[in-house]
């Protein structure tokens, strides 16, 4: 193995965080799984053109041409925990749940590991928007789940993924099938306790108009088939995560995060602006990551509350 390759992988792991590296040449099979899917009809492309709108997704699937030398696709994965946030409504006090893929505490330390791998091996980093979870699965970093959630050895899916292009050279690697874990032949407690349908007995694919989080995530008011009741976080889900086999060991994963007064909460409520919030709150909704969807709590926190 090239000493940078194994020089970077070491700081990597010292740091906590686990990696995969595989060719450059794999962007056209990433792009050629992704148009399947959606040829298939397996991928709904109304549902997938909507989201890549809503959250800017549109995919490097060419490298960028102000970095020549491009050789690999870096994919780095950090351990990350559910959030439980103090809120206090009428004198009582709530705790929600923030799922662990939004937190991104571990990013400005994953970024100075690479940081300091480019300017003592002369080595090239430039962030790159890919599909993550698939990339995941395909380079050996992850397994699917029948929830459609990668999963990683240790973590569960308790991690939080993050891709770069690099000039490090591609070792030999190996691009995995799509597939499910094991465990998941012999378990269906996801697609039983999905309370919208979204996960189906005969599809590897859940059914992504059917999500929960989908909803949660969108400006939109709730369609009036979704029961207020289904909802269980502030944003996001974690109703097939908390029941999956492979999370048993990583479901107490939990951190105390930010605890909101009476005063914030109802500024939340109320929806009151983001520019007019008091410093201390904005800060507290900077260490949650957020800001950017802090347009969607009122909703989201008052479902939670009263549902």
């Known amino acids: ?169 591609c070792p030999p690697d190996h691009w995995w099938e799509m597939k499910m874990m094991d465990l998941c032949d012999s378990c269906s407690g996801c697609r039983k306790m999905c309370p919208t349908g979204a996960i189906s007995e005969g599809r590897f694919l859940i059914r992504c108009e059917r999500c929960l989080t989908f909803y949660n995530e969108g400006p939109e008011d709730f369609p009036e088939w979704i029961d207020s009741a289904w909802h269980n976080c502030l944003i996001g889900c974690m109703i097939c995560q908390d029941i999956c086999p492979a999370n048993r060991k990583f479901t107490d994963w939990i951190d105390g995060g930010e605890a909101f007064t009476e005063e914030e909460t109802m500024m939340i409520w109320d929806g009151i602006p983001l520019d007019k919030l008091p410093r201390v709150m904005a800060e507290k909704l900077g260490k949650l990551n957020m800001i950017d969807d802090y347009g969607l709590l009122r909703r989201n926190l008052r479902v939670l509350i009263n549902g």
Not at 120 to 149: C, D, H, M, Q, T
């Open 1 to 169: 193995m090239d000493k940078k390759i194994k020089a970077l992988q070491g700081h990597l792991t010292n740091g906590g965080f686990k990696s995969a590296i595989v060719s450059i040449r794999h962007l056209s099979e990433l792009r050629d799984n992704l148009e399947q899917l959606l040829e298939s009809g397996l991928l709904n492309r109304d549902f997938y053109d909507e989201i890549v709108s809503r959250l800017d997704l549109y995919w490097d699937f060419e490298p960028p041409a102000d970095l020549p030398g491009i050789q690999s696709i870096i994919l780095v994965a950090a351990p990350v925990l559910k959030v439980r946030v103090p809120v206090t409504v009428s004198g009582k006090t709530s705790c929600v749940i923030i799922p662990p893929n939004y937190l991104n505490s571990t990013d400005k330390e994953m970024k100075d590991i690479l940081s300091h791998c480019s300017q003592r091996y002369g080595l090239r980093f430039v962030e790159a928007i890919l599909p993550e979870k698939l990339l995941a699965v395909r380079s050996g970093l992850a397994r699917y789940g029948r929830n459609n959630i990668a999963y990683i050895d240790g973590w569960g899916s308790y991690f939080r993924l993050r891709t770069f292009f690099s000039d490090v050279p």
